[in-house]
């Protein structure tokens, strides 16, 4: 006779079977929810891209590089009182304003006006008649062509015979006026196919005394002297120099030195341009007896 399962064993029997389907339940959750299906997992990056590309990406930052500004510096404009100080400072020099010129012959004109201005301010109006000197005295100019020795031969054809005649001492039958030493002595080396046989002395300061000028003009016959109008003043103030004779005075009229100024430019040689004339150099002028000329 077989015996009876009690109660107690049907209980026991049915919480295992109820434990075991729950365990079983629970594992199939967990792994279902690990691995999802590919339809969904296509599902989500599809919402993942849409979100993606709907939030607006950060705009990034760029650096501007800051160009470099130039900057421009004004002068200010000045007021008429500090022009006007300017101006005064800034004074025009003769040798600006001879540069810029075009150099022009010396003319008879020129000379005559210089005496006008010269003697303008301290003269009467008779007297500065009296101090114009006649066309006729005056030889025809440089037109800036001629070397000394052709001008000299064009305006006295007649040299070789003139000092030939001249027998006179203490007196010269030419003078040539220039405004230094130096120059008087380019123009002696530059006589040589004028004078011939001719005595040349050189009548300038330069290291040359005046009572030994006088003694040479006392002891030999000069035909030709060329020197400064200083010197030349002083020997005929001291009788060392006879004008009379004299038949030609040129001026080294048109020439200029490193300033570009002429002898006529440089007040000190002016001022013993216009002596010189005033010691007998006007009269002979007006009788006729002497001419002058302006190379």
Not at 167 to 185: H, T
Not at 224 to 243: E, M, S
Request: proline share 5%; hydrophobic share 35%.
């Amino acid at each position: 006779m077989k015996k009876r399962a009690t109660p107690l064993v049907y209980l026991f029997i049915w919480l295992l079977s109820c434990g075991h389907s729950r365990v079983d339940s629970c594992t199939k959750n967990h792994l279902a929810l690990e691995e999802p299906s590919g339809g969904e997992e296509g599902g989500d990056t599809e919402l993942m891209q849409q979100d993606t590309a709907s939030v607006p990406e950060p705009p990034k930052e760029t650096k501007q590089t800051k160009q470099p500004t130039e900057c421009f510096l004004r002068k200010p404009k000045e007021t008429k009182e500090e022009a006007r100080k300017t101006r005064k400072w800034k004074k025009r020099k003769i040798s600006d304003i001879l540069a810029k010129s075009e150099p022009k012959p010396g003319t008879p004109g020129d000379l005559q006006k210089l005496i006008k201005d010269h003697y303008s301010g301290s003269r009467s109006v008779v007297e500065l008649e009296e101090l114009s000197l006649p066309d006729s005295c005056f030889l025809k100019a440089n037109d800036l062509t001629h070397s000394l020795s052709s001008y000299l031969k064009e305006i006295c054809p007649k040299w070789v015979k003139l000092r030939k005649t001249h027998s006179e001492k203490k007196s010269v039958l030419m003078l040539i006026i220039c405004s230094s030493a130096v120059r008087a002595l380019e123009l002696i080396r530059s006589l040589t196919a004028f004078k011939g046989d001719a005595k040349v002395m050189k009548l300038f300061a330069k290291h040359i005394k005046v009572q030994e000028q006088v003694n040479l003009l006392e002891k030999r016959v000069i035909h030709l002297g060329v020197g400064t109008p200083g010197r030349i003043k002083q020997l005929v103030k001291q009788d060392g120099l006879n004008l009379n004779p004299l038949k030609f005075l040129v001026f080294d009229w048109n020439w200029r030195d490193q300033k570009l100024r002429r002898m006529m430019d440089i007040p000190e040689i002016k001022k013993e341009v216009f002596e010189l004339l005033e010691v007998g150099v006007l009269d002979l002028c007006k009788s006729e007896s002497l001419k002058l000329g302006l190379f």
